[in-house]
């Protein structure tokens, strides 16, 4: 990484790394009603669709001669989309688990399986995202507060033999100060690392400190793509303006990512469904059923 780049992201409090406060661990014993597409099923069809392609939604509102074809390149079947959410349920032969912690790379675990990692400003809602795929899983416990900074390791979750999933600590406000030094060995050494999540807050759009990610991934070589999180914070017009910005971005000033903007609600459930067949197709674990759905998920394989 670049002096500029290194500085930029430390450009945060340096507060001395506090040992965790308190926080919100309850686990799920029960699954949030919304966990399983199954359960999606029976609701009206055009929340249905809201929830399996959020960008449904929104596309009403685009002007005419506006492509909406990038937002929509992954678009499995429902049949897909159940065969990966089976990847998420647990099972004594399929243990979905909290791995381990790591603030040094010599203290990472050797996972010998796929790797996806979940990047972004602190509290943009990556330790929600991840506790959302595993909703079907409620025993596993991740972590997630309203205080930002509060993921200080990269935390690895294993999902059977099929994959493992990262969460990070946040960068920005409150990072911690070593934070540079952990993730940029991380991403640039991890050999099964074959996906990074970028995740930026879709209720404010992409910031200054987005940005810099994206230089980032794109200076690492690193196939990455960009997740939008809170969407159920802003009206469907202030999230649109801020995906067409996000999407220009994407567009001129990237090469590495995947042109579509994966939109999700932790605390809905929109995108989440979607979110785990990508997952599924991109370590591997899915073969996508449909040949339209391939015409665009090839471009991520
Ligand atoms: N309304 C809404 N709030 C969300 C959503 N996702 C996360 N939040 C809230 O945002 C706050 C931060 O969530 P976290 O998941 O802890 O964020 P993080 O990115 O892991 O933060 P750090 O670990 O501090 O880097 C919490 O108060 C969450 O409840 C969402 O989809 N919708
Ligand atoms: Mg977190």
Redesign the pocket.
């Known amino acids: 990484m670049t002096a500029a780049l290194r500085k930029t992201f430390c450009l945060t409090r340096r507060v001395p790394l506090q040992p965790q406060a308190p926080s919100w661990t309850a686990s799920w014993r029960c699954a949030h009603a919304l966990a399983s597409v199954q359960k999606a099923l029976r609701l009206p069809e055009k929340k249905l669709q809201g929830l399996l392609f959020p960008f449904s939604e929104l596309e009403g509102h685009l002007a005419r001669g506006v492509s909406q074809a990038n937002f929509q390149l992954f678009h499995p079947s429902l049949e897909d989309i159940a065969r990966a959410e089976a990847l998420f349920v647990p099972s004594p032969k399929h243990k979905i688990d909290y791995y381990s912690s790591a603030v040094r790379m010599d203290h990472a675990p050797s996972i010998n399986q796929p790797e996806v990692c979940f990047m972004?400003r602190?509290?943009?809602?990556?330790?929600?995202l991840i506790r959302a795929l595993f909703s079907l899983a409620p025993d596993v416990e991740v972590r997630?507060?309203?205080t930002?900074?509060?993921?200080k390791k990269l935390n690895f979750f294993t999902v059977g033999k099929a994959f493992t999933l990262v969460d990070m600590?946040?960068y920005g406000h409150k990072a911690p100060k070593d934070f540079v030094d952990m993730v940029e060995p991380y991403l640039t050494t991890r050999a099964n690392l074959v996906r990074t999540f970028l995740l930026v807050d879709g209720s404010v759009g992409v910031q200054k400190l987005d940005r810099v990610a994206m230089e980032m991934c794109e200076e690492l070589g690193l196939p990455y793509v960009i997740v939008v999180?809170?969407i159920?914070?802003r009206s469907q017009g202030t999230l649109l303006a801020n995906l067409l910005q996000l999407q220009e971005v994407i567009q001129k000033h990237t090469e590495g990512c995947y042109p579509q903007p994966f939109l999700?609600?932790?605390?809905q459930f929109h995108g989440i469904y979607l979110l785990r067949c990508f997952i599924a197709h991109v370590t591997g674990k899915l073969h996508l059923a449909t040949s339209a759905t391939q015409s665009g998920a090839e471009r991520v394989s």
Do not use: E, I, R
């Not at 602190?122 to 929600?128: A, E, L, T």
């Open positions: 972004g602190s509290n943009v809602g990556k330790s929600s997630v507060s309203k930002p900074g509060h993921t600590p946040g999180t809170k159920d914070k999700v609600s932790s605390t």
